[in-house]
């Protein structure tokens, strides 16, 4: 097989064996950020740009030290410093950036869709790293390639995605990922941040935490936005905290002892999770993000090899 | 002919040799950037550092790439988070960072004349990447280098500067390097932003635009400051779109049929041009953008290569 | 003898032959900025993050130059671009930056201890540009290489540190360095900003500026900052200049011809030092930042040396 697409934009148009490749690639770049010389010429030349409308310290920084590790150019792009303020367009600024001959744009917005848009607009590869409430879709690929690395496999096992499942890119990108992978999803969280028709998405609902983690793997615990109480939708941090904070006291009754604990971080400790549960045995937190570099190296590799050969052929 | 020019601050003191010798030694790097390695080890080891004193996404970027595609180091240090809170003046932070054996000074400041005074007082080269409403000289550069590969040549060309004359760096650089390569230039504008005694810079003044467009070659197109409708000096941006943006229904009328649009970016949409001109056929704002980073690439070899020498000779 | 430590935390547990070590390393490194191609290959593939929680821009620039002509990785982290402002705790940032397989942290932080702290935390070695009114140790160690250099020596040197000794890390660092190396070491400063019990660390006190410069070889002269005043730590700026500031008039009066002039900088030019003396011939102020390189570029060798040997033998 062959990795064809020349952007990623979301999980949700992928398939099984696109996943698939994303993940394998991943692994064998793994290695790399081990050695003590974490370098390879694989992208020597190449130009990245980073783009981001929103702060970002962790997936800004994954992807620039998975762009260095490939030996790629990486240039940082935010809109505090950027022209944005002389009330530019993003299309323009964006087309701008293009007409610099840059190979991959990498961007995350604060809103749904403008991934797509602008890889309409613009011959750079673009690459997804968070659009609003819609899609994250490289947090995903390094959740789901941490559940393969710990599990041995991620068809047939059982997900709980657990939190504001509405305002989530992280859980609408894992639900399509491990879906579309054979894993069995169920989401958990309070009635007002579950979607309406999410069971469309071929999930398990459930607003009870016990019925949640009760034949659960995995535990995928999102983090809890302050500003969601502000908007009506949660009364009280400390009651989200009783009745869904994941404490040991609530593992010992209703998980499995090897229960796989998740979170995209940062947590908000003490509410969605407590910082016991965040640094116990089971929980890969810390491994997601060692994995997070991999799989972007994996992502910036692909996409620039299929933008190669779609060049050699015309 | 060799370049012996250890800073580039104007264009008002170069001569049509240098001016040349910049646009040619561009030609012979443009390549570079269409390949899939973008990069040549012309100035590896060398350190680069980008001062910038006013926000800018285009120029930081086009001159970072430029640095990054020929292995120079670059360092980006803006106001933002720049010591001179600490009340230190720019003599001391310029002196501070030429104790750090940099190559290269890259600077943009709304003073005007600082590169001039800077260069006389630190070793490093200075590159003047805008300052106050005085000279913009890549930008020119960038705009000659387009005319020249569109049109053949500079010498002749009709070249009409539409806008803000009076607060422009770009139409300031323009006018003296146009002027220079032999281009026949009109400035056009309202009478409230054409200096004083410009006719003295040999070119032809109006403040109508039937006249302005008549001969053209080429209309290059300015930004029109929003600010400057506060200060007075315009009646309101309708009015000004009215009498002096550029749209396809002036164009019928006043313009020849392939009349070259230029535009140093990025536009007011319907203030100075409407959007269907600025992305129309004859339009070259993004080829600008491209050959920009090609002329940064020849200003910083040349610039190095003149200091080289210089230090061999001593 | 071989240098062993994983991270520079402050010079108080150094010996001296540990800060030997260290200037003869910076000595061998400082030849390499004056090469038309200041790069080696020394570091290539490391990851270095420079973690600044307070604005800087000589120490950051300093540690990424040095950084880039030993040919590692750099990622910047400023505290304004960091989702330190989504209730991130300091301690969850500098784990997940060490999930992703740095080598070396260098981190400024406005409380005096973190360092340390941190360091226990986390595996990359730790390398402290600042740490409150605690220790700042490279720029003790730029300031003991620039004696040296000078001065030949810096055992039995006479050495004057000069102004607000109670909340500066820059005193605190270099009194113990200065020590160690047995140099004699004088404070000087008006009460309120002399700590109490500064006589156990082996220094002299006066707050008499003729005692201070009396027999003096150098003079360390240190940044008043304005925020003093507003605690009531300082009479006004203008009385601090008239008893304390260092000016031609009061050098001819109290001090050796050849006195050696250092502040760390930036200067409060005609409150702590005139200009004129800023400028003179006996100052070394611009040396100490080109110094401050060589000894960051050491700094960086060393420390990665160490973990390399320690990785080896596990």
Redesign the interface.
């Known amino acids: 097989m062959e990795w064809t697409r020349g952007d990623l934009l979301g999980l949700e148009e992928l398939d099984r064996a696109e996943i698939e490749m994303i993940l394998d690639t991943a692994a064998s770049f793994k290695e790399i950020?081990?050695?003590?010389?974490?370098?390879v010429p694989t992208l020597?030349?190449?130009?990245i740009v980073l783009f981001f409308f929103e702060?970002?310290?962790?997936t800004?920084?994954?992807f620039?030290?998975a762009a260095?590790?490939l030996s790629a150019?990486s240039?940082n792009?935010?809109t505090?410093?950027?022209?944005?303020?002389?009330?530019?367009?993003i299309k323009?600024?964006l087309?701008?950036?293009?007409?610099?001959?840059?190979d991959i744009i990498v961007i995350r917005h604060s809103s749904s869709g403008i991934p797509w848009a602008l890889s309409r607009l613009v011959a750079p590869a673009i690459i997804n790293a968070g659009d609003g409430c819609h899609e994250h879709p490289t947090q995903a690929l390094l959740d789901m390639f941490t559940i393969k690395e710990k599990l041995g496999k991620i068809e047939g096992v059982n997900v709980t995605i657990l939190g504001d499942i509405a305002h989530s890119r992280v859980a609408r990108s894992n639900i399509w990922g491990l879906r579309k992978m054979g894993a069995n999803v169920t989401v958990c969280g309070p009635r007002t941040l579950l979607p309406r028709d999410i069971e469309k998405m071929g999930v398990i609902v459930t607003d009870n935490l016990k019925d949640g983690l009760k034949n659960a793997d995995v535990v995928n615990v999102l983090r809890i936005q302050?500003e969601r109480q502000k908007a009506g939708l949660l009364p009280s941090l400390r009651e989200y905290a009783q009745r869904f904070g994941i404490s040991s006291e609530k593992l010992r009754q209703f998980a499995r002892k090897d229960l796989l604990i998740m979170h995209p971080?940062?947590?908000?400790?003490g509410v969605e999770i407590t910082p016991e549960v965040a640094e116990s045995k089971t929980s890969v937190i810390?491994?997601q993000?060692?994995n997070?570099?991999a799989v972007r190296m994996a992502v910036l590799y692909l996409v620039a090899q299929a933008r190669?050969e779609t060049?050699e052929e015309e």
């Open positions: 950020s081990s050695r003590p010389v974490k370098k020597r030349g190449r130009t702060p970002s310290t962790r800004r920084s994954s620039e030290l260095k590790r150019d240039l792009i935010s505090s410093t950027s022209a944005l303020s002389k009330g530019e367009t323009d600024t087309r701008n950036i293009e007409a610099m001959q840059v302050r971080g940062p947590t908000n400790p810390l491994e993000v060692t997070g570099v190669d060049k």
